[in-house]
């Protein structure tokens, strides 16, 4: 069991709307990634928010942001969805700064499917 | 640009049998390499991390080798069972900066009793 969890599992969203997905980081852990899993993909990192600043992003549009909470919790958020924004949506926290080696314990993922 | 690569088609291994799954790299210097365990509908779950200056890492019956020559890695379940039958990604790590990681498309391994 890793600690991280996300909300909601399943979401169905149409083009166009806007949505918001929740992550609790494991305990002791100040650095939240989020990424991006299509269908038969590895993850494609999304971004990465580290004591409540992004600090890294991945090639993403602007429409994709987030935010991180003094709790180390976040939430990404995704503008004007588009059809290919269909995925599982995975959150994985690490303990960030000198010395670590990013270990990222994942989430379960929310699955979103933009119809 | 980085290119991960991993064996594209399904890896079928007898029960009992090890099983190797290979994970190549271009355009990478990586100072670390992490291998990951992902079950259908669930995130990955992190096995193993090696560093470039070590050639091979074990645990329990995983084992990692790192090549940094052939810009390669190799990973090992000895005395494989059903229940290691998963997908498994590799994702080499420069580290040192916010950079997230970078994963292969990952190997469907499938361990026949």
């Known amino acids: 069991e890793t600690g991280v969890t996300q909300s909601p599992t399943h979401l169905i969203k149409t083009r166009g709307q806007q949505v918001t997905l929740r992550c609790s980081s494991q305990?002791?852990?100040?650095?939240v990634s989020w990424y991006q899993q299509a269908l038969g993909q590895g993850p494609q990192f999304i971004f990465q928010?580290?004591?409540?600043?992004?600090?890294g992003r991945g090639n993403f549009p602007p429409r994709f942001s987030g935010l991180q909470f003094p709790n180390y919790s976040s939430e990404l958020n995704v503008n004007a969805l588009e059809l290919d924004d269909s995925a599982l949506y995975l959150c994985?926290?690490?303990?960030?700064?000198?010395?670590?080696?990013?270990?990222?314990?994942f989430g379960p993922g929310t699955r979103l499917t933009v119809l | 640009s980085q290119k991960i690569e991993q064996n594209s088609e399904a890896l079928n291994i007898q029960e009992g049998k090890t099983a190797t799954l290979t994970c190549n790299y271009t355009?990478?210097?990586?100072?670390?390499l992490q291998w990951y365990r992902q079950d259908p509908g669930r995130g990955p779950v992190f096995l193993l991390l090696i560093r470039e200056n070590e050639k091979e890492k074990r645990k329990e019956r995983l084992k990692v080798t790192f090549d940094t020559t052939l810009k390669q890695s190799l990973f090992h379940i000895t005395a494989s069972q059903p229940a290691d039958s998963a997908t498994y990604l590799c994702a080499p790590y420069r580290g040192g900066g916010a950079d997230g990681l970078t994963f292969g498309k990952g190997t469907h391994l499938i361990i026949q009793p």
């Open positions: 355009n990478y210097s990586p100072a670390y």
């Open positions: 928010y580290y004591r409540e600043e992004e600090n």
């Open positions: 994985a926290s690490s303990l960030g700064g000198s010395g670590n080696y990013n270990e990222q314990f």
């Open positions: 305990s002791g852990h100040n650095t």
